[in-house]
């Protein structure tokens, strides 16, 4: 059988090519001066605000948006769901590529970062959340990486390293659900330690269970937005199997997320309950608490249950960049909004352009290598020469 | 906040309350949810995953 070749000649400066040339170039300068002037030359952080954009953004946003790796692989591995066997590729590479970024972004926000191994070499901080955070986000991006591998490793045609890690997926997947587990409500309870910075309605003993169960939901709704991004724009490199099964896997990756949304919407008014936080919700803070919680959760979970029901794809898939958007939202409040909400205005942050411009330059990066890698490697179809696993 | 909460255990006793409440009544809902939600569903699958014979209901086992 032949390998499934598709070539086309491509505008080579077309206007995604324009922009994403630019804030690469800029982003190179920026890290220069990052880099070479440190943190106080490019960001507004300070004692009162030590995280910024790089962490709320880039690292919060980044690790959730990056879940739909661990939630699609226990799906179709642990839970049996083989319908969605086709949807484990790109979850996967979306999941290495977001945890990659997340990493990468860390060593512009963290002050000295040739320190990052620090605490697995010189000091173990193991009372310590971050450390738990740090080992988990280590071991799973090694996770994922390996993960990834056979996809690489078909395009290099190295069969025998391919077959050895095909035989460890079982073992990979629960690593991964295991770490996810501990590392995506850890991100959550690293504000724990601040009862009195975080604004009562945000602020709950179960930010770690907030945060855990709102992954799933950033998985799952990232996956179907990025599956309908992949449909419209790599439909050519699809194989029949990919395009016949990304209606299912979209349809009931919805009927999952608006289950679990359900879950969360009535967890955040736990929260509220029992914090006896109520009153809060006739101020500012609380209309936009509401605004999040009925606008981004409650909304999103009847939208993608009629989505799910009436069949409706279009419904689902707007519906998955609403939800992906109420993601970044909840992690901008907990990180940013809602934190240090006693402060007088002008000791608020705001970031300074030039963290704008890293975080836009980090997607970017994504994105191109995400182009890349879809472009080359078996992602969106079967290799011919290989059994799926 | 009630005027009439003035120690810990009208406090816990108030909240406890409530968040029982919400959760008998968010239970009741997901039932209703949950029947809203696949209803419509041909075969009443579970997420849409694989059953055996699901495609040729009954008559049994995997096909091949």
């Excluded at chain 1, 066997?85 to 979850?91: C, F, I, L, Q, S």
């Excluded at chain 1, 060593?107 to 605490?119: E, I, Q, S």
């Excluded at chain 1, 299912?248 to 919407?265: D, E, I, M, P, T």
């Excluded at chain 2, 409530?18 to 029947?35: D, K």
Aim: aromatic residues 16%; neutral net charge; contains cysteine.
């Amino acid at each position: 059988m032949q390998f499934p070749k598709v070539t086309l000649e491509r505008p080579r400066w077309t206007p995604f090519n324009i922009v994403a040339a630019i804030i690469v170039v800029v982003g190179l300068v920026i890290t220069g001066i990052r880099f070479t002037q440190g943190l106080a030359a490019t960001t507004r952080l300070s004692d009162y605000n030590p995280w910024g954009i790089w962490i709320g953004f880039d690292l919060l946003v980044g690790v959730a948006l990056a879940a739909g790796g661990y939630v699609t692989s226990a799906a179709c591995y642990l839970f049996g769901l083989k319908r969605f066997h086709t949807a484990v590729r790109p979850a996967i590479l979306t999941g290495f590529l977001g945890y990659a970024l997340v990493v990468l972004a860390l060593h512009y926000d963290v002050g000295r970062p040739w320190r990052l191994p620090y605490p697995f070499l010189v000091q173990q901080g193991t009372t310590s959340l971050l450390f738990e955070v740090a080992a988990c986000v280590a071991l799973y991006l090694t996770v994922l990486f390996i993960e990834w591998t056979p996809a690489a490793f078909e395009w290099l045609g190295l069969k025998r390293a391919r077959n050895l890690v095909v035989r460890l997926t079982l073992v990979l997947t629960i690593f991964g659900v295991v770490l996810s587990t501990l590392h995506q409500s850890s991100l959550g309870a690293l504000f724990l330690i601040a009862p009195s910075k975080l604004h009562p309605l945000w602020y709950s003993p179960y930010l770690a269970l907030f945060f855990f169960v709102s992954s799933i939901v950033a998985g799952l709704s990232m996956v179907i937005f990025e599956g309908a991004l992949a449909h419209r724009y790599f439909h050519h490199k699809m194989d029949e199997t990919h395009r016949r099964e990304a209606d299912g896997v979209a349809l009931g990756f919805a009927k999952a997320a608006s289950w679990v949304l359900a879950g969360y919407f009535v967890l955040k008014l736990v929260g509220v309950a029992q914090a006896d936080a109520w009153h809060h919700l006739a101020s500012g803070y609380g209309a936009w608490f509401l605004l999040e919680v009925v606008g981004f959760v409650l909304l999103p979970c009847f939208f993608f249950a009629v989505g799910a029901r009436e069949k409706n794809l279009r419904i689902v898939r707007f519906t998955a960049a609403w939800a992906v958007l109420g993601i970044v939202i909840n992690r901008f409040n907990v990180g940013l909004i809602a934190f240090n909400y006693h402060l007088p205005a002008e000791e608020r942050y705001f970031p300074h352009w030039m963290e704008i411009g890293i975080s836009l330059f980090i997607v970017t990066i994504g994105i191109l290598a995400y182009k890349f890698i879809v472009r080359h490697m078996p992602i969106l179809y079967a290799h011919p020469d290989y059994e799926p696993h | 906040m009630g005027e009439g909460v003035h120690s810990l255990h009208e406090f816990m006793l108030r909240t406890e309350s409530i968040t029982y409440i919400l959760i008998a009544a968010a239970l009741c809902g997901f039932v209703f949810f949950w029947r809203f939600l696949s209803e419509r569903d041909e075969d009443r699958d579970y997420l849409g995953a694989d059953r055996p014979g699901g495609e040729e209901e009954g008559q049994g086992g995997a096909h091949h």
